[in-house]
């Protein structure tokens, strides 16, 4: 079993550097690495083309760029990744026991890369959330058979909230795998909003989608 492991970027530099050294082991195991850019306008690092497998263009926008990776896709699994994820936790064949059949979908815990007291609450409520609701974020390294991703449609061509449709979609096909271990995503969004603001921001989001606000609106509010 071969994972397509599909990481969106815009102006990430060198930021995405990182998680590809650690993906480097994967691909000696046959995985397959697409990096699909929204349109940069600060250039990757040049030493990024050396660890990739595919290098895309597409259109500005998360759903659209996963989307796109997907498409070009060739192995049966696909994993999503953000261009800051520390995947050091993940062994790759413990993974791998969670992808046996052809309906796979699922998410990891996550644990913020930040010692502070406040980040413990704030991931603790993430995976109690997600391992309830069987919904997650990007932050939480969606894997899904692709087989399964073009039956329900891929992503929806949305500005924001993507992963929580897809989400959506998934669990009325199967319940989702969690694997024990954890997936590291960086503190850079929640420090350089502010912690407290970014929580309440993310809520109210969630509450403006069901409520049925606009994601093109969820948006500009979000990257304000």
Same mark, same amino acid.
Request: charged share 25%; net charge positive; proline share 3%.
């Given at each position: 079993?071969?994972?397509?492991?599909?990481?969106?970027?815009?102006?990430?530099?060198?930021?995405?550097?990182?998680?590809?050294?650690?993906?480097?082991?994967?691909?000696?195991?046959?995985?397959?690495?697409?990096?699909?850019?929204?349109?940069?306008?600060?250039?990757?690092?040049?030493?990024?083309?050396?660890?990739?497998?595919?290098?895309?263009?597409?259109?500005?926008?998360?759903?659209?760029?996963?989307?796109?990776?997907?498409?070009?896709?060739?192995?049966?699994?696909?994993?999503?990744?953000?261009?800051?994820?520390?995947?050091?936790?993940?062994?790759?064949?413990?993974?791998?026991?969670?992808?046996?059949?052809?309906?796979?979908?699922?998410?990891?815990?996550?644990?913020?890369?930040?010692?502070?007291?406040?980040?413990?609450?704030?991931?603790?409520?993430?995976?109690?959330?997600?391992?309830?609701?069987?919904?997650?974020?990007?932050?939480?390294?969606?894997?899904?058979?692709?087989?399964?991703?073009?039956?329900? %449609?891929?992503? *929806?061509? @949305?500005? +924001? $909230?993507?992963?929580?449709? /897809?989400?959506?979609?998934?669990?009325?096909? &199967?319940?989702?795998?969690?694997?024990?271990?954890?997936?590291?995503?960086?503190?850079?969004?929640?420090?350089?909003? %502010?912690?407290? *603001?970014? @929580?309440? +921001? $993310?809520?109210?989001?969630? /509450?403006?989608?069901?409520?049925?606000?606009? &994601?093109?609106?969820?948006?500009?509010?979000?990257?304000?």
């Amino acid at each position: 079993m071969n994972i397509s492991i599909i990481i969106p970027t815009l102006n990430e530099g060198r930021t995405v550097l990182p998680l590809l050294e650690q993906l480097q082991e994967w691909r000696r195991m046959g995985d397959e690495l697409l990096l699909v850019d929204g349109g940069s306008t600060v250039s990757l690092d040049e030493d990024a083309s050396t660890l990739i497998d595919v290098s895309i263009d597409a259109s500005r926008g998360r759903s659209m760029q996963l989307n796109a990776g997907a498409k070009l896709a060739s192995k049966p699994v696909l994993w999503f990744l953000h261009a800051d994820s520390d995947i050091s936790a993940i062994k790759r064949e413990n993974f791998l026991t969670h992808l046996k059949c052809d309906s796979i979908w699922g998410f990891f815990n996550v644990k913020i890369a930040d010692a502070a007291g406040i980040f413990r609450v704030v991931e603790t409520l993430m995976n109690l959330r997600s391992r309830t609701s069987f919904v997650a974020t990007g932050d939480q390294g969606i894997f899904v058979a692709k087989d399964l991703f073009f039956r329900i %449609g891929g992503y *929806k061509s @949305i500005a +924001l $909230m993507e992963d929580i449709e /897809l989400c959506k979609a998934l669990r009325k096909k &199967s319940p989702p795998k969690n694997p024990k271990t954890t997936l590291i995503t960086s503190a850079r969004r929640w420090r350089s909003k %502010g912690v407290v *603001k970014t @929580i309440f +921001l $993310m809520w109210f989001l969630r /509450l403006a989608w069901v409520s049925g606000l606009s &994601s093109k609106f969820l948006k500009h509010l979000y990257d304000r």
